[in-house]
């Protein structure tokens, strides 16, 4: 996924992103408008930011426990839906799905998909990222089966087939899009028959109470009010949605709602030191998540929620 803070990259040219190891094409840039995405540090958290925070350290995957506390919830439920995929399939595909992850970047979550077998599709307009995504699929072994694209959303079906995918991640991207239903709806597009969407994106009610815990009182009325959910010229993130929203998003695109989640209770109100120095407290506090997570009445205070959507047979798979 791309840096929310970072200056949209203005281009020309979709660039594919060879992640064979040794390879080192410069993208050409691509003239569609900058897709990014929320990152680990996220803007709403009651501490203080900058307008420019790095991107997320190459360390980062959802199997491990430090940043699994913003992944596992997300992760488990991708995970078991892909198995579905993978049971639904015919047998010719022996087990191989294909995904396609728009707004991907370094791939977080895209090169542990490739660990399970999959092809891997990564769209993303940051060369950067595309680079760090690169050296990423080739230390993980996995170099030949993750493949990076600049682009983004908008201009999606520049870069990728329609109807070509099996599932599609849409993580961290509806927030910066001018047009989330034309977002979805081209990530829905990008589906085959049968096929599953992953959507992630920042929830309102935890901008509004991690505002508050900070001692921010006007910036969580505003963006209580907000109808876009923001609490201030200078609030990084143009989009927030609550779990109605993201769900009426996916219905409209034409897909049925197979489950909802809220992601990041309470990991980004927990002190990072007593996380880090409490015996235990990294596995105690991502069950309590994995119990919230499923119940309504934490949606709306969530961080982040997630979706997953599909047709039919596929949600119901």
């Known amino acids: 996924m791309s840096d929310p803070m970072r200056p949209p990259v203005s281009h020309h040219h979709p660039q594919t992103t060879s992640l064979r190891s040794g390879s080192s094409d410069s993208p050409v840039s691509h003239h569609h408008p900058q897709t990014t995405s929320l990152r680990s540090g996220s803007s709403d958290s009651p501490v203080s930011h900058h307008h420019h925070p790095q991107t997320t350290p190459l360390g980062s995957d959802p199997s491990r426990p430090r940043s699994s506390l913003r992944t596992a919830v997300v992760w488990e439920v991708l995970k078991d839906a892909l198995d579905r995929r993978v049971k639904a399939a015919a047998p010719e595909r022996n087990g191989v799905l294909d995904v396609l992850d728009t707004g991907g970047g370094s791939g977080n979550f895209a090169v542990p998909v490739a660990k399970l077998g999959h092809r891997v599709t990564v769209v993303d307009p940051s060369p950067n990222a595309l680079f760090a995504l690169e050296r990423r699929a080739a230390e993980a072994g996995v170099a030949d089966r993750v493949r990076g694209v600049q682009g983004d959303v908008h201009g999606l079906f520049d870069v990728v087939e329609r109807g070509g995918y099996d599932a599609v991640l849409c993580h961290g991207v509806l927030e910066y899009v001018d047009d989330p239903a034309e977002g979805i709806a081209n ?131």
């Open 187 to 317: 990530a829905v597009a990008a589906l085959r028959p049968d096929g599953v969407l992953s959507l992630l994106a920042a929830g309102l009610g935890g901008a509004v109470l991690a505002r508050a815990l900070a001692g921010h009182f006007k910036e969580a009325r505003q963006a209580l009010g907000d109808p876009h959910g923001r609490w201030g010229e200078g609030d990084p993130v143009p989009h927030r949605f609550t779990a109605e929203q993201l769900t009426a998003l996916v219905e409209g695109a034409g897909l049925t709602v197979a489950a909802v989640h809220g992601v990041r209770v309470f990991a980004d109100l927990v002190p990072g030191v007593l996380v880090d120095t409490e015996p235990g407290a990294v596995d105690a506090l991502l069950k309590l998540e994995a119990a919230a997570a499923e119940l309504p009445a934490f949606h709306s205070v969530a961080t982040q929620l997630h979706v997953l959507g599909g047709t039919q047979g596929a949600a119901g798979a």
